[in-house]
Nanobody
C-alpha cells in the first residue's frame, strides 16, 4: 500500500509560479513511477507530467511542456511539480499518482492516487 499526500497548491496570479509536492509513504518509493494529473470543474482528468523510477525520463503533454517540470527525490520519498508561467486555464485540482508501470501513470490508470490539491490562477 502506498499513501500519497499532495501539498503546495494555492492562489496565484497569471504568470506566477507554484511548486507542488507529493509525499509518499508505504512501500519503496523508488520502485514507483510517479505522475501528476489535474481536473478542472466540468472537465475530464488531464495528464500533466510523469517521471520514471530513477528520474531518468520525464513526460509532458504539449499544454504544459516548457512551463512545468516534474522531479523526484527518492531519499525524501517526494515528487515535485514546478509550475511556471501559470495561466488561468491551469486552474484545477492537481492529483499525484503512483504505479509500478510508467505507462499506467501516463494513461491515468495508476494504482495509487492522492487526495488532490487546488491550484487557482487568477487573470
Amino acid at each position: 500500500q502506498v499513501q500519497l499526500v499532495e501539498s503546495g497548491g494555492g492562489l496565484v496570479q497569471a504568470g506566477g509560479s507554484l511548486r507542488l509536492s507529493c509525499a509518499a509513504s508505504g512501500r519503496t518509493f523508488s520502485s514507483y513511477a510517479m505522475g501528476w494529473f489535474r481536473q478542472a470543474p466540468g472537465k475530464e482528468r488531464e495528464f500533466v507530467a510523469a517521471i520514471t523510477m530513477s528520474g531518468g525520463s520525464t513526460y509532458y503533454p504539449d499544454s504544459v511542456k516548457g512551463r512545468f517540470t516534474i522531479s523526484r527525490d527518492n531519499a525524501k520519498n517526494t515528487v515535485y511539480l514546478q509550475m511556471n508561467s501559470l495561466k488561468p486555464e491551469d486552474t484545477a485540482v492537481y492529483y499525484c499518482v503512483a504505479d509500478l508501470s510508467p505507462g499506467a501513470v501516463i494513461t491515468g490508470t495508476g494504482h495509487y492516487w492522492g487526495q488532490g490539491t487546488q491550484v487557482t490562477v487568477s487573470s
